[in-house]
């Protein structure tokens, strides 16, 4: 018979207990509780011997029921669209990282850009009773809406800019990026411009915002495809083709993500195009490859993983009841010129 076993012997039959911690180290159940939740304030060698007899009887803390005592549960929850492209992976990063040295714990769930998901989401994540949730984005069901204000919960929206958060929102205008590339592209003077996007709210608000700035110097073309997000390498092949069928003359094009900017961009390479002096290509992300096609691709730069952390130390300052957190806490973002526009 193991250590293990023996432990497990002294203890009642079914899931190991708080008492039975307490009755295997010799102490009283205030004091494992106090060297589960604040173990700085146990001596050392009272903390060993009870950690040691949780290691020998497997026994997992019930946070939750201890969580309900104290209103803390040390559980932040986070949506986002999908973790598939280092676009959210990034500012998922930067959000657990902040968090779990703050000794509390992500629970993530994936929207899938989909509205009546994030609800499902939203309810099933607060019937878990965590200490604050991150959305993001900034356009929700009414019945989200109302779920959360009702929840008086700390809330922190991400990737969006709003002079009107739910709570607090960290990020930044969709539709000043699309304005800072249009402005970026004019100034190469080319014949025509194109916006090639997905339909998801933040990158609709990017081609807005790019169409408003050029309104009364150029229409803005638009592929006839249909592209839902996340959108792929296929979509901006497809749709670049689309374009440069369409006729002469130069062509600046501004994409709703650097994966379909690289689509684009092959589609061009193909056909021979010559870049950026024939035609401009502009993507958004700044992904890890960006820097490395042929020719390297000029592209929006966000710092994702500060979202995550600045989202994570807005919601922890208000879970200690911090009331100066800012409503609105701005990224910056800029071009990043390269050999394709």
């Given at each position: 018979?193991?250590?293990?076993?023996?432990?497990?012997?002294?203890?009642?039959?079914?899931?190991?207990?708080?008492?039975?911690?307490?009755?295997?180290?010799?102490?009283?159940?205030?004091?494992?509780?106090?060297?589960?939740?604040?173990?700085?304030?146990?001596?050392?060698?009272?903390?060993?011997?009870?950690?040691?007899?949780?290691?020998?009887?497997?026994?997992?803390?019930?946070?939750?029921?201890?969580?309900?005592?104290?209103?803390?549960?040390?559980?932040?929850?986070?949506?986002?669209?999908?973790?598939?492209?280092?676009?959210?992976?990034?500012?998922?990063?930067?959000?657990?990282?902040?968090?779990?040295?703050?000794?509390?714990?992500?629970?993530?769930?994936?929207?899938?850009y989909d509205a009546s998901r994030e609800l499902e989401l939203t309810r099933a994540i607060l019937a878990r009773r965590p200490?604050?949730?991150?959305?993001?984005?900034?356009?929700?069901?009414?019945?989200?809406?109302?779920?959360?204000?009702?929840?008086?919960?700390?809330?922190?929206?991400?990737?969006?800019?709003?002079?009107?958060?739910?709570?607090?929102?960290?990020?930044?205008?969709?539709?000043?990026?699309?304005?800072?590339?249009?402005?970026?592209?004019?100034?190469?003077?080319?014949?025509?411009?194109?916006?090639?996007?997905?339909?998801?709210?933040?990158?609709?608000?990017?081609?807005?915002?790019?169409?408003?700035?050029?309104?009364?110097?150029?229409?803005?073309?638009?592929?006839?495809?249909?592209?839902?997000?996340?959108?792929?390498?296929?979509?901006?092949?497809?749709?670049?083709?689309?374009?440069?069928?369409?006729?002469?003359?130069?062509?600046?094009?501004?994409?709703?993500?650097?994966?379909?900017?690289?689509?684009?961009?092959?589609?061009?390479?193909?056909?021979?195009?010559?870049?950026?002096?024939?035609?401009?290509?502009?993507?958004?992300?700044?992904?890890?490859?960006?820097?490395?096609?042929?020719?390297?691709?000029?592209?929006?730069?966000?710092?994702?993983?500060?979202?995550?952390?600045?989202?994570?130390r807005s919601i922890l300052r208000k879970i200690e009841g911090d009331k100066d957190v800012e409503a609105m806490i701005n990224v910056d973002f800029?071009?990043?010129?390269?050999?394709?526009?």
């Amino acid at each position: 018979m193991t250590e293990h076993d023996k432990t497990k012997n002294n203890v009642t039959n079914g899931p190991v207990t708080l008492a039975d911690i307490a009755k295997l180290a010799g102490v009283s159940p205030v004091t494992v509780s106090r060297a589960i939740n604040t173990p700085s304030l146990v001596k050392p060698r009272t903390l060993e011997a009870i950690e040691r007899v949780i290691a020998k009887t497997g026994y997992v803390p019930n946070l939750l029921a201890g969580g309900l005592a104290s209103r803390r549960t040390r559980l932040i929850a986070a949506i986002v669209p999908s973790v598939a492209s280092t676009i959210f992976a990034e500012t998922i990063e930067g959000l657990n990282a902040e968090l779990v040295s703050a000794d509390y714990q992500l629970l993530l769930g994936l929207s899938g850009y989909d509205a009546s998901r994030e609800l499902e989401l939203t309810r099933a994540i607060l019937a878990r009773r965590p200490d604050g949730i991150i959305l993001t984005g900034i356009t929700h069901l009414k019945e989200t809406r109302a779920m959360l204000t009702g929840a008086g919960l700390p809330i922190v929206e991400i990737w969006d800019s709003t002079p009107s958060p739910l709570d607090t929102a960290v990020g930044f205008s969709h539709a000043a990026v699309g304005v800072l590339v249009a402005e970026h592209l004019l100034i190469k003077g080319y014949d025509r411009y194109a916006q090639v996007g997905a339909n998801d709210p933040r990158a609709v608000q990017r081609r807005d915002g790019f169409v408003g700035r050029l309104k009364g110097i150029a229409d803005v073309e638009l592929p006839e495809l249909e592209m839902n997000s996340p959108s792929t390498f296929r979509d901006g092949r497809m749709a670049m083709a689309q374009l440069l069928d369409r006729g002469e003359g130069t062509l600046g094009v501004f994409c709703s993500s650097d994966v379909v900017a690289h689509g684009a961009l092959a589609e061009a390479h193909a056909r021979g195009c010559s870049m950026p002096d024939k035609l401009g290509i502009v993507g958004f992300g700044d992904f890890d490859f960006a820097p490395h096609t042929h020719p390297p691709l000029t592209t929006v730069r966000i710092d994702r993983r500060e979202i995550g952390t600045k989202a994570a130390r807005s919601i922890l300052r208000k879970i200690e009841g911090d009331k100066d957190v800012e409503a609105m806490i701005n990224v910056d973002f800029h071009i990043v010129a390269r050999g394709t526009a």
